[in-house]
């Protein structure tokens, strides 16, 4: 018997700044919105690049997510981050991710390393670029100040920026506030990334988030600064509250954002309802098929975030539709007043205020897109009444519904 060995052809990968900047105004011309993953794994690289993923970032806290513990364990001195990176992103990521660049997550305060060299030793691997992590602005408090005093600042992470920008490497930049913004603008950064926290939502996610409407204003306050500093970077959001596709758009609706970033959104969160409900299965097997489903449902509404993300999905569905917080709380079984707290609370605004908001976004969206006649739009949105869907229009959009659309009819004329 003869055997037939396939040769591989050569990996080509995405590595200079040039091609990468590229491929990524390429995607932000055609109106699409770019996503990055973290990825701690091949195998998570790999399906995200299938998913249509322009980024994959090889972060540390990626590794940690693989081994079950959440994403803060990468700020933690279990191992050496830049060396753990090293490892895992050459022999697993670069290995089977051939159509996206592959980002280093790199600590810029390590002192064991130095920079020049360490970034010509992460480019010769076949990494696209850099970005800050871990990073020391997710630090604050008394041991932010510790920190500081031992000279271990942020800081160094926008030298370190500096040095990579000046090799002409692609370089991404998480900021938390405008101050940073301004910094690793003038370093050369390629990316503004607006780091919203540690990611909610899962089983092992942070219970204390910002909210979407804080989110939102954190997100906006850094994007000004871009706006303002006539380098047109690219803007992304990552983490913190957003950690749906709803959340996502949210962000999309009410920040100038081009993109989004995630970590646990795409691998822990995916993972452990998967894994959860394949056992669940296997085990179940016998049970009635209607059974499993009323289970499943329980389960998913057993946590108060539950709830909320009942609630954005049905709004995500049946906007167009009347819809009430008292209906809602009767199909999930729980009292209006509980409900709205926990919407409140998670969302940053109230239910009514959060319908208007997305009805209005999914209005202007129309009007880009098509030439129907504004009434008929207000009936699409859920608006029977034009009077009120106007006054609605013009409260969150800041003019009237005619103005806007001889507004976009100039822009794109």
Request: proline content about 4%; overall charge negative.
């Given at each position: 018997?003869?055997?037939?060995?396939?040769?591989?052809?050569?990996?080509?990968?995405?590595?200079?700044?040039?091609?990468?900047?590229?491929?990524?105004?390429?995607?932000?011309?055609?109106?699409?919105?770019?996503?990055?993953?973290?990825?701690?794994?091949?195998?998570?690289?790999?399906?995200?690049?299938?998913?249509?993923?322009?980024?994959?970032?090889?972060?540390?806290?990626?590794?940690?997510?693989?081994?079950?513990?959440?994403?803060?364990?990468?700020?933690?001195?279990?191992?050496?981050?830049?060396?753990?990176?090293?490892?895992?992103?050459?022999?697993?990521?670069?290995?089977?991710?051939?159509?996206?660049?592959?980002?280093?997550?790199?600590?810029?305060?390590?002192?064991?390393?130095?920079?020049?060299?360490?970034?010509?030793?992460?480019?010769?691997?076949?990494?696209?670029?850099?970005?800050?992590?871990?990073?020391?602005?997710?630090?604050?408090?008394?041991?932010?100040?510790?920190?500081?005093?031992?000279?271990?600042?942020?800081?160094?992470?926008?030298?370190?920026?500096?040095?990579?920008?000046?090799?002409?490497?692609?370089?991404?930049?998480?900021?938390?506030?405008?101050?940073?913004?301004?910094?690793?603008?003038?370093?050369?950064?390629?990316?503004?990334?607006?780091?919203?926290?540690?990611?909610?939502?899962?089983?092992?996610?942070?219970?204390?988030?910002?909210?979407?409407?804080?989110?939102?204003?954190?997100?906006?306050?850094?994007?000004?600064?871009?706006?303002?500093?006539?380098?047109?970077?690219?803007?992304?959001?990552?983490?913190?509250?957003?950690?749906?596709?709803?959340?996502?758009?949210?962000?999309?609706?009410n920040t100038s954002a081009m993109g989004y970033v995630g970590g646990s959104s795409f691998e822990r969160t995916p993972t452990e309802e998967a894994i959860v409900d394949?056992?669940?299965?296997?085990?179940?097997?016998?049970?009635?098929?209607?059974?499993?489903?009323?289970?499943?449902?329980?389960?998913?509404?057993?946590?108060?975030?539950?709830?909320?993300?009942?609630?954005?999905?049905?709004?995500?569905?049946?906007?167009?539709?009347?819809?009430?917080?008292?209906?809602?709380?009767?199909?999930?079984?729980?009292?209006?007043?509980?409900?709205?707290?926990?919407?409140?609370?998670?969302?940053?605004?109230?239910?009514?205020?959060?319908?208007?908001?997305?009805?209005?976004?999914?209005?202007?969206?129309?009007?880009?897109?098509?030439?129907?006649?504004?009434?008929?739009?207000?009936?699409?949105?859920?608006?029977?009444?034009?009077?009120?869907?106007?006054?609605?229009?013009?409260?969150?959009?800041?003019?009237?519904?005619?103005?806007?659309?001889?507004?976009?009819?100039?822009?794109?004329?």
């Amino acid at each position: 018997m003869t055997v037939r060995l396939k040769i591989r052809g050569p990996i080509t990968l995405i590595t200079t700044r040039e091609q990468v900047l590229d491929r990524l105004h390429r995607g932000i011309q055609t109106q699409e919105r770019l996503i990055g993953v973290a990825a701690g794994a091949g195998i998570s690289a790999k399906y995200a690049v299938k998913g249509g993923a322009d980024l994959i970032l090889a972060l540390n806290s990626g590794r940690f997510r693989q081994m079950g513990l959440g994403s803060l364990a990468g700020f933690m001195p279990y191992a050496n981050c830049n060396e753990m990176v090293m490892d895992f992103g050459s022999r697993e990521i670069l290995s089977v991710v051939r159509d996206a660049p592959v980002v280093f997550g790199l600590c810029g305060t390590d002192p064991t390393v130095q920079l020049p060299g360490y970034l010509d030793a992460i480019r010769g691997s076949g990494f696209a670029g850099i970005i800050n992590y871990p990073t020391v602005g997710m630090i604050d408090g008394q041991f932010r100040e510790a920190l500081e005093e031992e000279g271990i600042t942020y800081l160094q992470e926008v030298e370190a920026i500096r040095i990579a920008h000046e090799r002409d490497m692609f370089t991404m930049a998480f900021v938390f506030n405008p101050e940073q913004t301004t910094w690793m603008l003038d370093a050369g950064a390629d990316i503004i990334c607006a780091h919203l926290g540690v990611t909610a939502g899962g089983l092992m996610g942070t219970s204390k988030a910002w909210s979407l409407e804080k989110g939102a204003e954190i997100a906006r306050e850094i994007f000004a600064v871009c706006d303002n500093s006539g380098k047109q970077p690219i803007k992304l959001v990552y983490g913190g509250p957003v950690h749906t596709p709803i959340d996502v758009q949210y962000m999309y609706d009410n920040t100038s954002a081009m993109g989004y970033v995630g970590g646990s959104s795409f691998e822990r969160t995916p993972t452990e309802e998967a894994i959860v409900d394949a056992t669940h299965r296997f085990k179940a097997t016998g049970h009635l098929e209607q059974d499993r489903q009323l289970m499943d449902k329980l389960t998913q509404l057993d946590e108060p975030m539950g709830y909320v993300a009942f609630v954005k999905e049905y709004v995500a569905e049946h906007y167009a539709d009347p819809i009430s917080m008292t209906e809602l709380a009767e199909r999930i079984h729980v009292s209006r007043t509980h409900l709205s707290a926990l919407f409140n609370r998670e969302v940053g605004c109230s239910f009514p205020e959060y319908i208007a908001k997305y009805r209005i976004h999914k209005a202007q969206d129309i009007m880009k897109h098509s030439k129907q006649p504004l009434g008929r739009i207000a009936e699409l949105v859920g608006y029977p009444d034009y009077v009120h869907f106007s006054k609605t229009f013009k409260k969150y959009a800041g003019m009237s519904p005619q103005a806007y659309r001889q507004h976009m009819k100039d822009k794109y004329t």
